[in-house]
């Protein structure tokens, strides 16, 4: 009988010790990557992507006081005048860019030291091909979770899809509006 009970305390053990070790094999975060949350909303987005036909290579994070927004393409970053930090990121061996936009929020979610930085360059050409792809907003909740709220095809029209209080963190998609002088 001794011996039928120490078969279960070494079985008991092992089996612990063999879940323990699977629940890590799946989590892949980068030592760059400070936040779980991020990371798993960014598997999320790519995984979305995927389904749909993307075959994502260039992902473009910004995070704001309470939201992720996280844009998806199919091409190579050629539309930024710079000012960010590059990621190559490898998910379910499959290789990806991440391209940090950088602002205030950045290094809570991201350790930068050891990242790829591309400097602002006004006097560059600018341009920009089409491509396919797709942008994730994310909300904090309660518990300060991200949850998926909307979808957006990359080039959709839909003004609501990055909030009003998000806006000041994109200046390149929405420009402080001139006043305009009243005509007497």
């Known amino acids: 009988m001794k011996l039928f009970y120490a078969f279960l305390i070494l079985l008991f053990f ?12 799946k989590i892949e975060i ?24 993307i075959d994502p290579i260039t992902i473009s994070p910004i995070f704001t006081a309470n939201n992720l927004y996280i844009y998806i393409s199919e091409s190579t970053n050629d ?12 998910i379910n061996k499959k290789y990806y860019t991440i391209d940090f936009i950088i602002n205030e929020f950045l290094t809570n ?37 991200y949850q998926l709220r909307k979808l957006a095809h990359f080039y959709d ?3 609501d899809f990055v909030l009003k209080e998000d806006k000041q963190y994109f200046p390149i998609l929405y420009e402080p509006e001139e006043p305009v002088e009243e005509i007497k």
Do not use: W
């Open 157 to 159: 029209t839909d003004y």
């Open 79 to 90: 539309c930024s005048f710079g000012n960010y930090y590059s990621l190559p990121l490898t």
């Open 109 to 145: 979610h991201i350790d930068t030291v050891n990242l790829n930085f591309t400097p602002l360059k006004m006097d560059i050409e600018f341009f920009c091909h089409e491509f396919s792809g797709y942008a994730f907003r994310y909300q904090k909740n309660e518990v300060g979770n």
């Open 14 to 25: 092992f089996g612990c010790k063999e879940k323990k070790s699977t629940f890590e094999s």
């Open 30 to 53: 980068p030592k760059e990557i400070k936040d779980e949350k991020f990371y798993n909303a960014l598997r999320q987005s790519i995984n979305i992507a995927e389904n749909n036909n």
